[in-house]
């Protein structure tokens, strides 16, 4: 599985975080660019799962790994809790 696509949105995350941790240091600075980093951070974080489903996708459904895609684990024996 080409997982390049995932590790790039990784690193574009990584990015803004250290944007946003470099404007924190820098107080006296404007707040906005604190926001604008922390909007970005959070659209590259966000799409890192869909951009994985994409590439699991992209596989033979014979290749494709058995995930459960949903946020909330289901639990043995017991009804998935949402």
């Known amino acids: 599985m080409d997982l390049d696509r995932v590790k ?4 574009e995350a990584a990015f803004f975080l250290g ?11 404007p707040k906005e660019h604190f926001e604008f980093y922390l909007s970005a951070f959070l659209a590259a974080s966000r799409s ?6 994409s590439a699991i996708n ?5 290749n494709r790994p058995k995930y459960n895609y949903s946020p909330y684990p289901v ?3 017991r ?3 949402i």
């Open 8 to 11: 790039k949105k990784l690193r």
């Open 48 to 53: 890192v799962e869909d951009v994985f489903k």
């Open 19 to 29: 944007k946003m941790q470099e404007e924190e240091r820098d107080r006296l600075g």
């Open 75 to 77: 639990r043995a024996g």
């Open 58 to 62: 992209r596989e033979p459904p014979e």
């Open 79 to 81: 009804a998935p809790l």
